[in-house]
């Protein structure tokens, strides 16, 4: 079980997507003046909550629930590994989920005006560490093919 690449990247997912979860890494930064006041107001966005320097305006709790569901996908694929077959489903289940990740974080930071005078947008170093998630689960999602098509190719000549 430990033995095999795949569950190594996959032990990677499940750590990283947990670790973003409990940590406040942001991914998106407006700076610019809302319209209610003519204060410059800057504004963060990280995977639990949308904050300014002073207060929290709302939380991502869409972001929370399928970098979860990411991270447990992840915990059950690796000990899934007499089902091969599963454990590529549940590879690239995490894929799917974590597209759904990207279409929320963008939905999130660019989709919103928080500000509408003067505006600075920047992505943060945040943005790419999903991305990294996506590619470990795609590297998981190889090796584990890989592995059924050497065990195919042992069982044609029994």
Same mark, same amino acid.
């Given at each position: ?7 190594? @990247? ?17 991914? @998106? ?33 869409? !972001?929370?629930? &399928? ?9 059950? +694929? ?5 089902? =091969? ?7 690239? +289940?995490?894929? $799917?989920?974590?597209?759904?990740? &990207?279409? +929320? ?5 660019? $989709? ?13 170093? $945040? &943005? ?9 689960? &795609?590297? +998981? @999602? ?9 065990? =195919?190719?042992?069982?044609? !000549?029994?």
């Amino acid at each position: 079980m430990i033995q095999r690449i795949q569950t190594v @990247y996959l032990l990677l997912v499940a750590i990283i997507s947990s670790t973003l979860i409990l940590s406040d890494v942001p991914f @998106y930064s407006e700076t610019g003046i809302p319209e209610d006041t003519q204060d410059k107001l800057t504004i963060t966005v990280d995977f639990n909550s949308t904050d300014t320097a002073t207060e929290q305006v709302g939380r991502n709790d869409m !972001l929370i629930y &399928f970098l979860g569901a990411v991270s447990l996908i992840s915990l059950v +694929a690796i000990f899934m590994f007499k089902n =091969r077959k599963l454990q590529m489903r549940l590879a690239l +289940a995490n894929i $799917g989920f974590l597209i759904v990740v &990207f279409v +929320a974080m963008y939905m999130r930071s660019f $989709g919103s005006e928080y500000t509408s005078v003067e505006t600075e947008q920047s992505v943060l170093v $945040g &943005f790419f560490i999903p991305l990294a998630i996506g590619i470990f689960s &795609f590297l +998981a @999602y190889s090796r584990i093919k890989k592995d059924e098509k050497l065990v =195919r190719s042992l069982d044609r !000549l029994r």
